[in-house]
């Protein structure tokens, strides 16, 4: 949001400083340009009120951009580490979507899908790292879909230790529960 607010107070400073400066000098335009060009997709998607702006590719390009931040429980700041939840929750609390934080609360959250109807950016829900305990402990997103099957981006504390991109595939697919779409 920070990015956002810069280039806007610029803005203003020049265009309010009276009529004598009715032209950005040339030097601050091109920084002006840098800045607006360099904006974050889901900020600006993030301030509409609808999220149907919001497209699977954007959300998924700000995720991939959390590749290999460590894995931290009960966090969810990229400066620090993600758990889980932490990581699906900032992704989408960043293009505006109120989402839980907790994995639990991810199985109330949005629209059940079957997996077969389930798209790039839906939430897996998964159990906790024991398949046959049948009590949620896991969240990630749907990364991609393809003639390989899904994989999912997710902040594994597994042996990536961090926000790595696996796929739905024997151990995950053991502890698979449900898809839900929020998009």
Do not use: W
Not at 48 to 63: E, M, P, Q, W, Y
């Amino acid at each position: 949001m920070k990015k956002i607010i810069v280039p806007i107070l610029f803005f203003i400073l020049f265009t309010t400083t009276g009529k004598s400066q009715t032209i950005i000098p040339a030097q601050y335009q091109e920084v002006i340009k840098k800045l607006v060009a360099n904006l974050p997709k889901e900020v600006k998607d993030a301030d509409k009120s609808n999220h149907s702006g919001t497209s699977s590719t954007s959300l998924i390009d700000f995720a991939k951009s959390m590749l290999g931040i460590p894995y931290r429980y009960a966090t969810s700041n990229p400066k620090v580490g993600f758990d889980c939840s932490g990581f699906v929750s900032y992704v989408f609390s960043n293009f505006g979507f109120k989402v839980p934080r907790s994995s639990v609360e991810f199985s109330s959250t949005g629209k059940e899908v079957s997996l077969d109807n389930a798209k790039v950016g839906d939430v897996l829900i998964f159990t906790g790292s024991n398949p046959r305990v049948r009590r949620i402990g896991h969240v990630g997103i749907i990364y991609s879909i393809d003639g390989d099957g899904i994989k999912f981006i997710h902040a594994s504390s597994g042996k990536a230790h961090g926000v790595t991109i696996t796929s739905l595939d024997g151990y995950y697919k053991s502890r698979f529960i449900k898809a839900v779409t929020i998009l």
